[in-house]
C-alpha cells in the first residue's frame, strides 16, 4: 500500500482526467480532479496537496501561470507538468515556476504513478529534513535558556566551596574530601553548560587554508598521555600530497578531539585497541578516515548518533557527535559513519577542497 498522500489532478480533457484520478485512488492516493486553471486555484486555497498534476493547456488560463500560483498559496506542493508537445520555451517557464517533472501524453498510467510515487517519497524526505530541523532549533534555544539559568548557580556553588575549604587544615581529611566532591561534579555541570551553550549557536566558521595531516598529528599530541595510559595502537596513514584545504582549525579540531576520544573509551574493555586515521583526496574532497577496534554501534542506535542528547556513554551529554556534524556542515561538508558490532567503527569527514 503506498503511502497516503493528497494529488490535485488538473486537465481539461474529463474522460482522461477520470481515468487518472481513478488510477491514483486505485493505488492508494487521495485524488481530486478539476479541468480549469480557476478551480484549481480554488482547491489549493481550501484544500491541502502534496502533488499536482497540471495540464500545460487549459481552457482558461496557461498551465504555466497556473503553476506560479499553486505555488505562491503552498510553497511545498510538488508540481508535475502534462503535455501533448515539448515546446522549449514552456519548459524553461515550468522550470522556472517550480515545476518538478514532465509527463508527455498520451500518458502511460503506470508510469505516472511511478513518477507520482517519486515526487511524494522526495516530498516526505524534504518534511522529515524540515521537521528535524525545527525541532533542533527549538530544542538548541531551550537548552541554551536552561544552560545560561543554571551557569551563574554553578559558580556560585563552586566559590562557596573554595572559601569554605580554606576554614579546614589540610589534615581534616573528611570535610576536604566533601568538598572536593562538591568542585569536581560542578566541574562536571560546567562543562555539561558549555556544551549546551555549544550546540544551541550556529557554527561560524573562519575559513582560511589549513594543512589536515598537521592537525591530526597535533590532536593526537594533544592526547598522547590519554592514548597511551589506554594502551592503544596508533596507525596513520597520511597522503602527504594533500592540497590545502580552508577550515577552521579550532571547530575541526574540537571534531576530531571528539571523534578520537570517543574512540578511546569504546576500547576500553577490548583485547585489540587500535586506532587507524587515514587521509585521502577523493574527488573534490578531502577524507579523514577515523577507525577504531571498538565494540561498534548497534543497529538501532545507527540512525540515533547525531541526535542531541543521545548517547551510551555513562557520562556522555550525547551532544559530541551532534554538535560534529554541525560544525562539519557549516564547512558544507560531511560526516558519515560505518559500524559493525563488535568489530569496530569508521567515522569519515569530508571537506570540500
Known amino acids: 500500500m503506498t503511502e497516503r498522500a493528497n494529488i490535485l489532478v488538473v486537465e481539461d480533457n474529463e474522460v482522461l482526467a477520470e481515468f487518472i484520478g481513478d488510477e491514483l485512488r486505485d493505488n492508494g492516493y487521495g485524488a481530486d480532479v478539476v479541468h480549469t486553471g480557476k ?27 497556473v503553476l506560479v500560483k499553486l505555488k505562491e498559496i503552498n510553497p511545498n506542493i510538488v508540481c508535475i507538468m502534462m503535455t501533448g508537445n515539448t515546446n522549449i520555451e514552456t519548459t524553461i517557464d515550468s522550470l522556472r515556476g517550480g515545476a518538478q517533472d514532465y509527463l508527455l501524453k498520451p500518458i502511460d498510467l503506470n508510469h505516472l504513478v511511478n513518477i507520482t510515487k517519486k515526487a511524494v517519497k522526495k516530498l516526505r524526505i524534504l518534511q522529515a529534513q524540515l521537521l528535524k530541523s525545527e525541532r533542533l532549533a527549538a530544542l538548541g534555544k ?14 556560585s556553588i563552586r566559590a562557596s566551596a573554595q572559601r569554605i575549604s580554606k576554614q579546614f587544615s589540610a589534615s581534616d581529611l573528611g570535610n576536604n574530601k566533601y568538598i572536593r566532591y562538591i568542585i569536581e561534579e560542578t566541574d562536571r555541570l560546567g562543562s555539561v553548560v558549555k556544551n549546551i551553550l555549544t550546540f544551541s549557536k550556529s557554527p561560524e566558521p573562519h575559513l582560511i587554508p589549513n594543512d589536515i595531516n598537521k592537525l591530526i598529528n597535533d590532536v593526537l599530541y594533544f592526547l598522547s598521555a590519554e592514548i597511551k595510559l589506554a594502551k592503544v595502537k596508533i596507525t ?14 579550532s571547530l575541526i579540531r574540537q571534531v576530531l578531539l571528539n571523534i578520537f576520544q570517543n574512540a578511546l573509551f569504546f576500547m576500553s574493555y577490548r583485547d585489540k585497541k587500535e586506532l587507524k586515521v587515514a587521509t585521502m583526496k577523493r574527488g573534490s574532497n578531502v577524507v579523514v578516515e577515523i577507525s577504531d577496534t571498538g565494540s561498534g554501534i548497534p ?10 542528547f543521545f548517547s551510551t556513554k555513562p557520562s556522555g551529554t550525547g551532544l559530541g557527535l551532534a554538535t560534529s556534524q554541525k560544525i562539519i556542515k557549516s564547512h558544507n561538508g560531511d560526516l558519515q559513519v560505518e559500524s559493525e ?8 569527514i569530508l571537506l570540500p577542497v
Open 39 to 65: 478551480e484549481a486555484i480554488e482547491r489549493v486555497k481550501t484544500g491541502i496537496f502534496d502533488v499536482a498534476l497540471l495540464d500545460i493547456k487549459l481552457p482558461d488560463i496557461k498551465g504555466t501561470e
Open 142 to 155: 531551550m537548552a541554551a535558556v536552561v544552560a545560561h539559568e543554571i551557569r551563574n548557580p554553578i559558580a
Open 236 to 249: 596513520k596513514k597520511l597522503e602527504q600530497s594533500l592540497p590545502m584545504v580552508s577550515f577552521d582549525q
Open 299 to 308: 543497529k538501532e542506535n545507527m540512525v540515533k548518533i547525531f541526535e542531541p
Open 341 to 348: 558490532p563488535d568489530y569496530g567503527t569508521t567515522f569519515k
